[in-house]
């Protein structure tokens, strides 16, 4: 666990540091993602398929915030939709406009989920993003989610009868709008997973709130088994082909995503939980407190204490002789230093020896002078630089 | 000398700037009550056009009912249902962002006196350097 935490906290410092270019990064590859599942999909205008387009519309899209990406891709939508057929293209038109109208207007930061519900429904794990956005969000993404399946599923009803708008011959405007309209709008499987979605958020998100231990991985494994109940349930009333095999794997994988959510998110330590009664002069409180878990990634640092660039390096050779040599001569200076007295008096001796000699050199300096004023005098006396010449 | 305290300040309100100060210094320009009017108005407008693109969608879906029961009864009771339910989306939705935009002025009147409160404190500074 603690390697897990190391590693939460490196992750954090690496956000930190690089936030600008990962957020980048991030739009980029999703606006990618999505532009690409949509040519896959219906791509029925060849112009807007190209690789060139989809790259060019990301790129735009990574420099605007999120709710461009979700109108471009709208926008994408509705073109290759008008190369099909033009009362498809109203009714398509009438649900995004409905859609940014009543919701997206208003709360345009969480409109990533509504595009990331589609993707999460092509990958086969739907239940990911209402359980996910429940545990990091709040009980408003529940509408985002329900959105979000309804493109999906308007997609998935566009690419089902594309085939027959294509071959049916003179095709009315109105004809095609209200077939359209009926087959996607009165589509029970939509309807029963927009309920799904609003269910799960709700439930997620209530649990989550909730005083208890353990609440995020309670509410993951609720909201994971409640997807695949409702919708089974649902399903068999409502008369639904529903695949459970992979329903049930989209569930394992939205149980271990809420796992690693709550590690990056809620990480605490329950078996160090405190529970405090206090009052006031109004009320009584009955707080539970529970510690953060946080384990900070270690700095390796080294920290030389005796640096010397003469001393000898690690790769040499020690030689043994030398070493004894020395740590003699370092006991001798230690011994000497170890009496105090004995030092005291070496230091006066010295001193005074020092003294003398400054004596004897000064004395010895008059002398020598006193003797060469002599031995001129004695010499002029004697007459014996005469003799000399 | 570089005084610490004035990089501090200078830094915060830059970064606020940058961020959320645009949108709020926008916002503070109005009253509470004329920005919180302005959004409904909008909201009004809005609503009406979405609620007319839902109907026509209804209307799409069940079009063939319609046709079937075109007796003058069931026209004029869908009629009222129309006209009930567009009063009814456009007062919660004008309830809706009165609340809405209200507090979001609110909050953001407070961020702008924090950077004002901010702004004195800095001409303090550059006033006391000057002496």
């Known amino acids: 666990m603690d390697g897990i935490l190391e590693l939460k906290g490196q992750l954090q410092k690496i956000y930190a540091q690089y936030s600008k270019y990962i957020d980048k990064i991030i739009q980029f590859v999703l606006a990618v993602f999505t532009f690409y599942m949509i040519n896959d999909n219906i791509g029925f205008m060849h112009m807007l398929t190209n690789p060139v387009v989809t790259l060019g519309l990301s790129v735009v899209c990574t420099f605007l915030p999120p709710v461009f ?15 099909l057929s033009l009362g498809m293209l109203v009714v398509t038109a009438l649900v995004f406009l409905l859609m940014f109208i009543f919701y997206l207007r208003l709360a345009p930061k969480t409109s990533i989920v509504v595009l990331l519900m589609p993707l999460a429904y092509l990958l086969k794990i739907p239940a990911v993003i209402p359980i996910a956005a429940a545990l990091i969000g709040s009980a408003v993404y529940a509408v985002p989610a329900a959105l979000g399946t309804i493109a999906y599923y308007l997609i998935h009803q566009i690419k089902d009868s594309a085939a027959a708008i294509q071959t049916a011959e003179g095709g009315n405007i109105l004809t095609d709008m209200i077939s359209f309209a009926k087959q996607s709008l009165t589509s029970k499987e939509m309807w029963l997973f ?42 068999a009333v409502l008369d639904v082909k529903i695949s459970y095999g992979v329903w049930a794997i989209g569930a394992v994988v939205s149980i271990v995503v809420g796992f690693v959510l709550e590690i990056l998110f809620f990480c605490v330590d329950y078996s160090r939980c405190e529970s405090l009664q206090y009052e006031d002069d109004e009320y009584y409180y009955y707080v539970k407190a529970v510690p953060k878990v946080g384990v900070t990634a270690s700095e390796k640092m080294v920290k030389r204490i005796n640096r010397r660039e003469d001393i000898m390096n690690e790769s040499e050779i020690i030689d043994s002789d030398e070493l004894r040599k020395r740590s003699k001569k370092k006991q001798e200076s230690q011994n000497s230093h170890s009496n105090p007295v004995k030092k005291n008096n070496l230091a006066y001796a010295a001193s005074e020896k020092n003294q003398n000699r400054t004596k004897k050199k000064s004395s010895s300096d008059k002398t020598n002078t006193e003797h060469l004023l002599l031995t001129r005098s004695l010499r002029k006396d004697l007459n014996l630089d005469e003799k000399r010449k | 000398m570089i005084d610490e305290k004035k990089v501090k300040l200078m830094t915060r309100m ?21 920005y919180a009017s302005i959004h409904m108005v909008y909201t009004i407008i809005w609503v009406t056009i979405g609620y007319g693109c839902l109907m026509l969608l209804i209307g799409f879906c069940l079009f063939d009912k319609l046709m079937e029961s075109s007796s003058m009864s069931t026209v004029m009771t869908l009629g009222i249902g129309v006209v009930v339910g567009y009063f009814v989306v456009v007062i919660a939705y004008s309830v809706a962002t009165h609340t809405v935009y209200s507090k979001k002025h609110q909050i953001a009147r407070m961020r702008v006196k924090k950077y004002n409160h901010d702004l004195t404190r800095l001409l303090k500074i550059y006033e006391k350097e000057k002496r």
């Open chain 1, 194 to 235: 927009v309920i799904v979605d609003i269910i799960c958020v709700l439930t997620v998100y209530g649990i989550r709130r909730c005083a208890i231990a353990h609440a995020w991985k309670f509410a993951t494994v609720v909201g994971a088994g409640l997807y695949i109940v409702v919708s089974a349930v649902g399903g």
């Open chain 2, 14 to 34: 830059a970064s606020y700037e940058n961020n959320e100060g645009r949108e709020d210094l926008k916002i503070s320009a109005y009253y509470r009550k004329d």
């Open chain 1, 69 to 83: 990406t979700v109108l471009l891709a709208a926008a994408l939508v509705l073109g290759h939709v008008y190369s």
